[in-house]
């Protein structure tokens, strides 16, 4: 069905993805004012530079406490659960588990022979899981599950570690670093740069652990061993090349995050953005968030269910030939949804333009 949003309507950028996400024009203009850069060795003071930035301007952001670490390496997200798996965990994790993400950490975990049998603590999508304390040494979660749209407290939790999945939340919601010993994230979602990389913040009781497990000779690939990320990034450098376009694009984005105001400025913003689509959903009774416990809900990624006479599918691809993008909801989770990324980067205003443009789409589509 061809049906033409009024300009009038249209955001003035059209990206909503849940990851990747929008990058803002002013980090591709910085990327093109620093190309010298670019094409450099990353063993040299100008990227080594570079990342020295990158872990000041995130130490500060977050406030890291005395002793903790920027980490980073390669590989993204993903990768971590991976370094988590063979350099953190010391013989059972636990785990939340309430989405896609966090089950596949939990995935990781349980495939791993030198480990015992995960302990998981389920909740259905749409509601929060944060594991119990137990027999476990490592106790996992994500404070922003982006597969359903739920947020996730970050507390301390038994006697292990905490590591903390913040790929969708570092740099859109504010935390207590003090509260974990990982809190790991990739660039592609607020700090509106590229994927690919994955950072961590390090207490030092992850770093005594992952030394410790290194020294009681389990075998660990050279790319999954914590130890050497974190001496290489002492250094300001990573084990292997890193994509410096990601890097540049993302020490703009802290600049800026800086700019307007830090954590707390940065997370009012997204929640002034995710508040306009929860309002909206409830004012129609043809919408509905997604996570019922308002407490639950992301103040980032919000996912709305649109009634059965609504065709999402529809919607979606009707705002995408209108240039408005990726508010498909997560694969797995088959749902008749819209999923909106509302990350830092994102305009409050154009999301108030796109409630609008939804508006106008389902009017002419509803059966
Ligand atoms: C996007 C995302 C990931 C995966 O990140 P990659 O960098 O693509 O590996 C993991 N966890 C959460 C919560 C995410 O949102």
Redesign the pocket.
């Known amino acids: 069905m061809q049906i033409d949003i009024p300009r009038s309507l249209l955001p003035t950028d059209g990206r909503f993805g849940?990851?990747p996400a929008k990058v803002r024009p002013e980090a591709l203009t910085h990327l093109m004012e620093h190309s010298d850069v670019m094409g450099t060795s990353h063993r040299q003071a100008p990227v080594r530079n570079l990342v020295r930035d990158i872990q000041e301007g995130l130490t500060d952001l977050y406030r890291l406490p005395e002793g903790y670490e920027v980490a980073l390496g390669n590989g993204?997200?993903?990768?971590f659960w991976d370094l988590a798996v063979f350099s953190l965990i010391r013989e059972r994790s636990a785990h939340g588990v309430f989405g896609e993400?966090t089950r596949?950490f939990a995935t990781a975990s349980a495939a791993a022979p030198f480990l015992s049998e995960p302990r998981i603590f389920e909740s259905a999508p749409g509601g929060v899981a944060v594991p119990g304390a137990c027999d476990a040494d490592t106790y996992c979660w994500?404070q922003?599950?982006?597969s359903t749209g739920a947020a996730a407290p970050v507390e301390r939790v038994g006697y292990g570690l905490v590591l903390v999945?913040a790929?969708?939340a570092a740099g859109g919601i504010d935390a207590d670093i003090s509260a974990t010993d990982a809190y790991y994230f990739?660039p592609?979602?607020n700090f509106s740069s590229d994927?690919?990389l994955?950072f961590a913040f390090l207490s030092p009781a992850a770093i005594e652990r992952a030394e410790t497990i290194r020294a009681g000779g389990r075998w660990i690939p050279a790319f999954l061993d914590l130890t050497s990320a974190v001496v290489n990034s002492r250094q300001h450098q990573t084990l292997n090349t890193p994509a410096i376009a990601t890097l540049l694009m993302m020490a703009e984005q802290i600049r800026w995050m800086k700019e307007l105001g830090g954590m707390e400025a940065v997370a009012a913003r997204c929640a002034a953005s995710t508040s306009t689509v929860y309002r909206w959903a409830e004012e129609r009774d043809w919408a509905t968030p997604f996570v019922r416990l308002p407490e639950h809900r992301s103040p980032v990624v919000a996912t709305i269910d649109l009634d059965e006479h609504i065709d999402a599918k529809q919607v979606f691809s009707v705002l995408r030939e209108n240039g408005i993008v990726d508010v498909d909801p997560y694969r797995a989770l088959n749902r008749n949804q819209l999923r909106i990324g509302c990350y830092a980067a994102v305009d409050p205003d154009d999301v108030e333009a796109l409630m609008a443009c939804i508006d106008h789409v389902v009017e002419r589509v509803a059966h």
Request: charge should be neutral; avoid cysteine.
């Open positions: 849940s990851g993204g997200s993903s990768a993400f596949k994500a922003n599950e982006t999945d790929t969708s990739a592609q979602k994927g690919g994955w």
